[in-house]
């Protein structure tokens, strides 16, 4: 199984970046995902998640209505638009997929597969 996360780089305050997330050597709609986060000097934080078929999504509040979640089972990758972006938002970001539970989880603990994560810098 892996996740391969791409996407992330420099942005200005206020711009919008597209993170991907491919899955290989796993059927991704047997996965709930989700985005994390970690920035320097901090624990791994939720971002965002959607279960298996698209159909339900949770944010942090931090990210809500900025920040949105999808996936495209076919391709079997799943996308996180960041917009309004600002230096908070700076973190490398990960993807991770749990695929035992019948709802969306938000603790790292509970994720089963993980990224290597992507650099996403916001200057302000």
């Known amino acids: 199984v892996q996740l391969q996360a791409s996407g992330g780089g420099l942005v200005q305050a206020g711009g919008s970046l597209r993170l991907s997330c491919v899955a290989s050597?796993?059927?991704?709609?047997?996965?709930?995902m989700g985005w994390f986060r970690q920035a320097p000097g901090k624990e791994r934080e939720f971002v965002a998640a959607i279960n298996w078929s698209g159909s339900t999504t949770r944010y942090d509040d931090s990210v809500k209505g900025r920040f949105t979640i999808s996936r495209d089972n076919a391709k079997n990758t799943v996308y996180l638009q960041m917009n309004s972006l600002n230096a908070e938002d700076t973190a490398v970001y990960y993807c991770?997929?749990?695929?035992?539970?019948?709802?969306?989880?938000?603790?790292?603990?509970?994720?089963?597969?993980w990224g290597q994560g992507t650099q996403v810098t916001v200057s302000s």
């Open positions: 991770a997929a749990e695929g035992y539970r019948d709802h969306i989880v938000v603790l790292p603990s509970q994720y089963d597969y």
């Open positions: 050597g796993m059927i991704l709609y047997e996965y709930h």
